[in-house]
């Protein structure tokens, strides 16, 4: 085995192998490229092979490239930063408040749910609340307090919801234009 650095792809792997008749590129789990040579390929026929199939693994391959995975993981850290600082202390907030108990906080960056909170009593909150305006954050906590009395998006739950939060048909919707994921 050997690599290259690419300027599109990043390192990539050559994988040299007895049995393979022809070239085959994949995605490592790792998230870089990839490509199978007959054994015997030099590097410099290898990355021959991938300037011709260059346009085609573009097309078909989900490969990370580098910088964008870098930059995505900076992001990540920076949200997470800000989260911890903030997000604990915004729940104990509204939680004393409106006098609301639970057991736990946990901060996720899943990418499809802004929070939740389980049976057991913890409150998740997804990091990428910090992307959002604080009407909307301020939404989501609610949201997960008031399911400390009920279980069920009921119209009892949305009640309860619009007690502390009168504006939260607005911001339910507005939250639909943010994702939560980093
Ligand atoms: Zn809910």
Known sequence: MSSIQDKDFGEVVIRRS???????????????LTITVPSGTSDFLAKRFLNSMREDIKKKLPVKDPATQRARDAQKKILMKKAREYLPYRLEFWATKYNYSYTNVRLTHANTRWGSRSSSGTISLNIGLMKVPEPLRDYVIIHELAHINHMDHSAAFWQEVGEHDPKYKRHREQLKSFSPGV
């Open 18 to 32: 007895a049995w393979s008749t022809r070239v085959k590129c994949s995605v490592a789990t790792s998230g870089k």
